[in-house]
């Protein structure tokens, strides 16, 4: 698998460029800014981008859709539930659910929806790595104070991902921890928000 974390724009985000070694087919994960930076390293690994998936559609995940679009014409994923919609010429847009599989090439990614920060948000199972969105951060989580978040539903999200894989790779939408990717048993252990056994802890402790 091809993987690439492409820090971009003034507010710490991480873009990713994803895609099957063999068949050279990729994806651009949240472009929020720097769109020739994410085209270029999808170049450098010699990838046709062939869809462009959002973790969800803050404007600080989405400003450089539509360039990146435009450049590219690849299919756009998001979630059923985030509410919002692109609009460009001849886009194709897929609306996926939990669970559903993207495939690149013959790589698969696993939509895992994670609602709380955003109705839509979604993590995405790649392997042994999992891009996490606003949903889960290096050492915190996404806001739940924003319109159209719900911490009730963020505890929930946070929930389903304590239950994964200790092994698994963590790779957020901010670079935000003291360490640009994690693992999923460092954060259980040292995440406040992931280590929060109760709701009432968590609710104490993020608002
Ligand atoms: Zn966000
Ligand atoms: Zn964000």
């Not at 091809?2 to 895609?19: A, L, S």
Request: proline share 6%; hydrophobic share 35%.
């Amino acid at each position: 698998m091809i993987f690439e974390q492409v820090p971009i724009g003034p507010m710490q985000n991480f873009g990713y460029v994803i895609g099957d070694e063999n068949s050279k087919e990729g994806a651009i994960v949240d472009p929020g800014w720097n769109a020739d930076k994410l085209i270029g390293a999808a170049k450098h690994h010699r990838l046709t981008v062939k869809k462009i998936i959002l973790t969800h559609a803050h404007f600080d995940h989405v400003k450089a859709l539509q360039e990146v679009y435009e450049k590219t014409t690849a299919e756009i994923v998001l979630h059923e539930d985030e509410p919002y919609e692109p609009d460009f010429e001849n886009s194709t847009v897929t609306r996926v659910k939990d669970n559903h599989i993207v495939k690149i090439g013959a790589l698969k990614c696993r939509i895992v929806h994670t609602p709380g920060h955003t109705p839509g948000s979604i993590c995405l199972l790649l392997g042994s790595k999992m891009i996490t969105g606003d949903t889960l951060f290096v050492g915190g989580c996404g806001r739940v104070d924003l319109p159209g978040s719900n911490p009730q539903q963020m505890w929930t999200s946070l929930q389903k991902l304590r239950k994964m894989d200790d092994t698994l790779e963590i790779y957020p939408g901010h670079d935000y921890g003291e360490t640009p990717s994690s693992t999923m048993e460092h954060e259980k252990k040292h995440n406040p928000f992931l280590a929060s056994a109760t709701k009432k802890e968590f609710f104490t402790s993020r608002l």
